[in-house]
């Protein structure tokens, strides 16, 4: 059974540095999960922006059998973009 606590990240991803500062202890402590607020007049990061670079900052730390499928999931979006 798992309990979920939600607890707001308040201004740890207004700067990137603050941003890798959460994601690095999150994954230390056994977090699961990361959700950022969408605050449109705050200075945060999107959370689009900032929750994907928080997944490929923490690719090593994921299972081997899923790195491949993770980047070649990166390279078909780049190759929607040209």
Request: net charge positive.
């Amino acid at each position: 059974m798992k309990i979920r606590i939600g607890v707001g990240a308040g201004g740890a991803s207004a700067t990137p540095a603050a941003l890798a500062e959460l994601v690095t202890g999150l994954d230390e402590l056994g977090f699961d999960s990361l959700w950022l607020s969408e605050v449109l007049t705050g200075p945060v990061l999107d959370p689009v922006v900032g929750l994907s670079w928080a997944a490929a900052s923490n690719l090593a730390g994921r299972h081997c059998a899923r790195r491949p499928r993770a980047l070649w999931s990166a390279v078909r979006l780049r190759s929607c973009l040209r």
